[in-house]
């Protein structure tokens, strides 16, 4: 009873959204149905990626420490990694590039809120879709690891899942930081973070590269916690310490949503 | 024809005047970053696995040339991508500009030309940081700036033709993601093309970037080129003047004279 008091205190009603988010997602298939192809060949840039980085420069680097302190493979270090940082970059892109656009030029939420939906059904409807769309993929390029002999254990099915809260956070994250955007000049500043969390975040190379204070500094990172996540399980780990990368994920989206609804609210209904 | 090329570079720059603070962060921190990032952190695993072997000198200082290369590939496609789209399609400055004593041929040089320019301040730039991680001295790294300059244009000037002939802009966004991230990943910026498979090492020898990176490569670390200095060059000429003129071709189609 005081939880669900609590929440309610909290959690603004429209952030919780109803029933109807469906609807919005509804209409993302109508309308990608004719344009598939955008959503088809996102499969194709992590697989680039792993080709080039984990074949090619993986022959320079050789084996690496792994998780356990197992030499493995750079190819199956980087290949977790790489999927991580590809459910990050499509949570973003999806959250912050089309939701601008949308919100400020095709105006649709307008038309959206229009009818019985809310701001939060926008949020969660939007959401929904990007994870929609990052499950494709990551299931895709899972398949591809699996093939190359990156995936050792079947338990690294579910970095699918683990995927996806990663995508939550970003797209949570990435959908209250539009909100506060003007012109597109301020999208060099989503640039600004993505970049650096793509390349310091325990994706290329272990931590232990590092000095002390700088491992401290990418622990702060929420794509090195999905990506220590994901590499754990495709790599067949189970440690407790995986709770502790799965609760910094779940309080990013989670904070991220009920401050995009917020937003949507204060920005549309104003 | 010359001094009406040169009005339209005028243009761009006092556009530019205005617009340049949002280029910075692109210009000056993404070299940092993937210098740190790939040189130095990747570096470190490279040069005590099997890599330094292989490659023979210290990671850093091999992929620095490539990166610089890439990075005037990528100035390049972007500069000939969307603002044409833009100049075309959404803004549609090339029709003021046509209604002035402008000609075709003059707005497709004085693009180019411009994108030149950019491209020169962006390289100096991207060497001068080189230099500051140690990666090459500063006199060899500047003139390393030529050949980066040469690769940019052999994508400005294709990319450009192509843009202006699309139709919808979905074709710029399969143009990044199946053409120049591939191009990016694969042509010898980060590993020598040596490593790939025997059936793809011909298809590197047809991407303007592996020439671009041989030169900028063997400028910097005072290495031999695979084939003669003056082939690799003669072949990113031809991609400029080529592309060139299937711009001023499709430009006269798409803005009719």
Same mark, same amino acid.
């Given at each position: ?270 | ?29 993404? @070299?940092? /970053?993937?210098? &740190?990032?790939? =040189? ?8 005590? $696995? #099997? *890599?330094?072997? %292989?490659?023979?000198? @210290?990671? /850093?200082?091999? &992929?620095?040339? =490539? ?8 100035? $390049? #496609? *972007?500069?000939? %991508? ?176």
């Amino acid at each position: 009873m005081t939880t669900g008091t609590l929440m309610a205190r909290i959690v603004p009603p429209s952030a919780m959204g109803s029933r109807r988010a469906r609807h919005l997602l509804e209409r993302n298939f109508l309308v990608y149905r004719h344009a598939w192809i955008v959503i088809f060949s996102g499969f194709f840039e992590p697989l680039f990626y792993l080709f080039s980085i984990g074949i090619g420069l993986g022959k320079l680097v050789g084996d690496v420490v792994g998780p356990t302190g197992e030499p493995i493979s750079y190819a199956a270090f980087v290949a977790p990694a790489l999927l991580g940082a590809a459910a990050m970059n499509g949570a973003v892109y999806e959250s912050t590039f089309n939701i601008f656009f949308k919100l400020k030029y095709a105006k649709i939420y307008d038309a959206v809120l229009a009818t019985p939906m809310a701001p939060g059904d926008i949020a969660i409807g939007e959401i929904t879709w990007s994870l929609f769309r990052g499950a494709l993929y990551a299931t895709g390029f899972l398949v591809v690891m699996w093939i190359m002999g990156l995936m050792p254990s079947l338990w690294g099915l579910l970095a699918v899942p683990a995927a996806l809260l990663l995508g939550f956070g970003f797209a949570a994250a990435g959908m209250a930081a539009t909100s506060f955007m003007r012109s597109w000049q301020d999208f060099d500043l989503v640039q600004l973070v993505t970049l650096p969390l793509f390349l310091f975040s325990a994706t290329f190379y272990p931590l232990s590269v590092y000095p002390e204070w700088l491992r401290w500094a990418a622990q702060l990172s929420p794509l090195y916690h999905g990506v220590v996540l994901i590499r754990s399980l495709t790599l067949g780990i189970f440690e407790w310490t995986m709770l502790y990368h799965i609760g910094f994920l779940v309080v990013m989206g989670a904070v991220g949503i009920v401050v995009a609804a917020r937003r949507l609210e204060k920005l549309l209904l104003a | 024809m010359a001094a009406a090329a040169i009005r339209v570079v005028e243009a761009h720059a006092r556009v530019y005047r205005r617009t340049w603070r949002g280029s910075v962060i692109s210009t000056f921190l993404s @070299p940092v /970053l993937y210098l &740190l990032g790939m =040189g130095v952190g990747l570096g470190t695993l490279v040069n005590r $696995g #099997a *890599g330094s072997a %292989s490659i023979g000198i @210290p990671y /850093l200082a091999y &992929l620095a040339p =490539g990166l610089l290369a890439a990075a005037a590939m990528q100035t $390049g #496609a *972007g500069d000939g %991508s969307w603002p044409v789209m833009a100049g075309i399609k959404w803004t549609k400055t090339y029709f003021a500009t046509l209604a002035t004593p402008i000609r075709i041929p003059d707005l497709v040089i004085g693009h180019l030309g411009w994108v030149g320019i950019r491209m020169i301040f962006v390289s100096t730039v991207f060497v001068l940081v080189m230099a500051a991680f140690g990666a090459v001295a500063v006199g060899v790294g500047l003139l390393a700036v030529f050949p980066a300059v040469l690769t940019g244009l052999a994508f400005a000037a294709p990319v450009s033709g192509y843009a202006a002939w699309l139709k919808r802009d979905t074709g710029l966004s399969n143009l990044f993601r199946f053409g120049i991230v591939p191009m990016f990943l694969f042509s010898g910026t980060f590993f020598p093309i040596t490593q790939l498979p025997g059936w793809m090492q011909p298809l590197a020898y047809a991407v303007p970037l592996w020439h671009g990176v041989e030169l900028t490569r063997a400028t910097t670390l005072g290495l031999a080129t695979t084939f003669s200095p003056f082939v690799h060059v003669a072949y990113l000429l031809a991609w400029i003047v080529g592309g060139t003129l299937v711009a001023i071709h499709t430009f006269t189609k798409k803005l009719g004279q």
